[in-house]
């Protein structure tokens, strides 16, 4: 089985300021993991993935996640806050044998 | 076109209509799926097809019902809906290898309104 944690349905953050979204998962084997943005009405995008190899991952946007076996842990980070990062973001993980499981998603807002 | 396109982008439905949502993905993949999004809630992942055979249904009410005619195109046939099915209803796709199953490719949804 498997299960995806993201801690903070919404967070706040000021333009130019770091960006932190946290996502911890479950999962017996090796597991894939993603990051995905929804902008308003609009459907889920890829932003990164690690499936293997380096744990540091670089995506669009400049945004960036490192996979932490030992933690359990896929953080999603930014440098800096830009307005147009204000969206609904959605870790997800997928091991051999199952499905894409979904996060519950964090709102991001950008204050200016 | 690439990508997965769906259609409409936007319906309003009587509750005794009959409508039908429409995907088609251009990624030459061989899985797809419907997932509903509502307000506060988590994606609900409603089906599954693989090899056009329909291998998940998680407890979806009968008034919606999903047609896999080809891998490339996915339809969700609706039918005497309630207000609670009003919600943004997803498309995707994705390659299934053995059992490895990659990152899905999501439509841009359809925004399904019931009165």
């Known amino acids: 089985a498997q299960s995806v944690t993201q801690l903070g349905s919404h967070v706040s953050v000021s333009e130019g300021a770091l960006v932190l979204l946290r996502c911890n998962y479950s999962?017996?084997?090796?597991?894939?993991l993603f990051w995905y943005v929804q902008y308003p009405n609009q459907g889920l995008q890829l932003l990164l993935k690690y499936t293997t190899g380096a744990t540091l991952v670089k995506g669009i946007n400049g945004f960036e996640a490192e996979f932490k076996k030992s933690e359990t842990s896929f953080h999603l980070t930014k440098p800096s806050a830009h307005m147009s990062d204000a969206a609904e973001y959605f870790c997800?993980?997928?091991?051999?044998?199952?499905?894409?499981?979904f996060g519950g998603g964090t709102r991001v807002l950008v204050k200016p | 076109e690439t990508g997965v396109t769906q259609t409409p982008r936007h319906l309003v439905m009587g509750m005794t209509n009959k409508k039908s949502l429409k995907c088609e993905q251009h990624l030459g993949h061989n899985a797809m799926y419907w997932y509903k999004q509502s307000a506060k809630k988590p994606l609900e992942l409603m089906f599954v097809y693989s090899l056009e055979e329909r291998v998940e249904n998680n407890s979806v009410p009968s008034r919606f019902s999903p047609e896999c005619p080809n891998s490339s195109h996915l339809f969700l046939h609706l039918h005497t809906l309630q207000p609670e099915d009003s919600a943004l209803y997803l498309c995707?796709?994705?390659?299934?290898?053995?059992?490895?199953?990659?990152?899905?490719?999501f439509g841009q949804g359809t925004r399904l309104t019931v009165v």
């Open positions: 997800a993980v997928v091991a051999a044998g199952n499905k894409l499981t």
């Open positions: 995707a796709s994705s390659q299934v290898r053995g059992i490895i199953n990659t990152e899905a490719f």
């Open positions: 999962s017996s084997v090796p597991p894939y």
